[in-house]
């Protein structure tokens, strides 16, 4: 049993268009520690961890039969990232956007701006934030088509959205009708006993915020902040009962999600798995670099860096000294 999900994993990430550049045994040792992580790791969620295997086994027969995503001629780079709360997406977004100069839309982003300005939306919306339910799919998707309408031709990581089914469905249609469709669905999966370790480990001292970890940060004495000798607690939500309810609903919302993306976009589809985000970027650079590369995105990462340079010099003075010339900002 075991071996034949190592031989499936392996082989999802090869057929995978974007992964041809890869090494196979990089991607067979990496899968094979995977696999065997997650059987030995008790997890609060199991069921999900076979769903999800099984998602990407069905993925990999949908791009064997010749199922693709809708085409488009439209060569950005759009792209969504799947993941668990605490498994680093902000963090692996945040590198992205860096790296590869995409633009990023955060949907809890524009909502928090919208109640800020008082706008229309920002009042419908302001008491169902404030609870931290989910604002109507109606009114999302109107917000996502506005903020997508902005990067026409550019390349985006969109965050916060599709959070379910619905949403996912309702987002196909925008930008397929708008010849644009998704091109890359990235699911991050850390292990749910890695990240509920971490949150064992996370301490706060609360008035100030400084967060202390045992494993590689921690408090100089056991329990008390450095700076003021106080007593360190855990954050309300950082507990291991709050975060396998928060696991269990994103398990509800966001499986038949993947299953979706996994039949109908099944070559657009990576599960990306690792301890932290350090062991994850190197695979999502393997699979961003190939489509970042077809959007163009190497010229314009130079031309920015050209720009840059030429913002730079516009802000210095000029200075000739015999032969030489200085610039002095
Ligand atoms: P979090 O990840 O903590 O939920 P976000 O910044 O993504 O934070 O979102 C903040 C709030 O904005 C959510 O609690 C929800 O009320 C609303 N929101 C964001 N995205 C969506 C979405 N896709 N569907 C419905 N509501 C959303």
Same mark, same amino acid.
């Given at each position: 049993?075991?071996?034949?999900?190592?031989?499936?994993?392996?082989?999802?990430?090869?057929?995978?268009?974007?992964?041809?550049?890869?090494?196979?045994?990089?991607?067979t040792?990496? @899968?094979?520690?995977?696999? @065997?992580?997650?059987?030995?790791?008790?997890?609060?969620?199991?069921?999900? *961890?076979?769903?999800? #295997?099984? $998602?990407?086994?069905? @993925?990999?027969? %949908?791009?064997? &039969?010749?199922v693709?995503?809708?085409?488009?001629?439209?060569?950005?780079?759009?792209?969504? $990232?799947?993941?668990?709360?605490? &498994?680093?997406?902000?963090?692996?977004?945040?590198?992205?956007?860096?790296?590869?100069n995409?633009?990023? !839309?955060?949907?809890?982003?524009?909502?928090?701006?919208?109640?800020?300005?008082g706008? *229309?939306?920002?009042?419908?919306?302001?008491?169902i934030?404030?609870?931290?339910?989910?604002?109507?799919?109606?009114?999302?998707? *109107?917000?996502? #088509?506005?903020?997508?309408?902005?990067?026409?031709?550019?390349?985006?990581?969109l965050?916060?959205?599709?959070?379910?089914?619905?949403?996912?469905?309702?987002?196909?249609?925008?930008?397929?009708?708008?010849?644009r469709?998704?091109?890359?669905?990235?699911?991050? %999966?850390?292990?749910?006993?890695? !990240?509920?370790?971490? !949150?064992? +480990? #996370?301490?706060?001292?609360?008035?100030?915020?400084?967060?202390?970890?045992?494993?590689?940060?921690?408090?100089? %004495?056991?329990?008390?902040?450095?700076?003021?000798?106080?007593?360190?607690s855990?954050?309300?939500?950082?507990?291991?009962?709050?975060?396998?309810?928060?696991?269990?609903?994103y398990?509800?919302a966001? @499986?038949?999600?993947?299953?979706?993306?996994?039949?109908?976009?099944?070559?657009?589809?990576?599960?990306?798995? /690792?301890?932290?985000?350090d062991?994850?970027?190197?695979?999502?650079?393997?699979?961003? +670099?190939?489509?970042?590369?077809? +959007?163009? /995105?190497?010229?314009?990462?130079?031309?920015?860096?050209?720009?840059?340079? &030429?913002?730079?010099?516009?802000?210095?003075?000029?200075?000739?000294? /015999?032969?030489?010339? +200085?610039?002095i900002?």
């Open positions: 049993m075991l071996r034949r999900s190592v031989f499936q994993a392996v082989r999802v990430s090869r057929l995978n268009p974007a992964y041809r550049a890869s090494s196979p045994v990089r991607q040792s990496a @899968a094979v520690s995977v696999l @065997a992580r997650t059987y030995s790791s008790p997890s609060p969620v199991r069921d999900y *961890e076979a769903q999800l #295997r099984g $998602m990407l086994d069905q @993925a990999a027969r %949908n791009v064997e &039969a010749g693709r995503a809708p085409e488009s001629d439209d060569k950005s780079l759009r792209l969504i $990232m799947v993941a668990k709360p605490g &498994a680093g997406k902000g963090t692996l977004s945040s590198r992205l956007v860096k790296k590869y995409l633009n990023f !839309i955060s949907t809890g982003d524009v909502l928090r701006h919208e109640i800020q300005a706008s *229309e939306l920002g009042k419908a919306v302001e008491k934030v404030a609870g931290g339910g989910l604002v109507p799919d109606a009114l999302m998707v *109107e917000l996502v #088509r506005k903020e997508l309408d902005r990067h026409v031709g550019e390349s985006w990581i965050d916060g959205f599709p959070r379910t089914l619905k949403q996912g469905r309702m987002l196909n249609d925008v930008l397929t009708s708008e010849g469709p998704l091109n890359l669905v990235v699911n991050l %999966n850390v292990p749910d006993s890695i !990240i509920l370790a971490r !949150i064992k +480990a #996370r301490w706060v001292h609360l008035p100030s915020g400084r967060v202390y970890n045992d494993d590689f940060n921690p408090p100089k %004495n056991p329990g008390v902040d450095d700076e003021t000798g106080e007593p360190l855990k954050r309300p939500d950082d507990t291991p009962e709050v975060f396998t309810k928060r696991l269990r609903s398990y509800e966001t @499986a038949p999600l993947l299953e979706m993306y996994a039949t109908e976009y099944p070559d657009c589809l990576y599960s990306l798995t /690792g301890n932290t985000s062991e994850i970027w190197p695979q999502l650079m393997e699979v961003v +670099a190939p489509l970042h590369e077809r +959007a163009g /995105g190497y010229a314009a990462e130079a031309d920015k860096h050209v720009r840059d340079e &030429a913002d730079d010099l516009r802000d210095t003075t000029e200075v000739n000294v /015999g032969d030489k010339t +200085a610039h900002q």
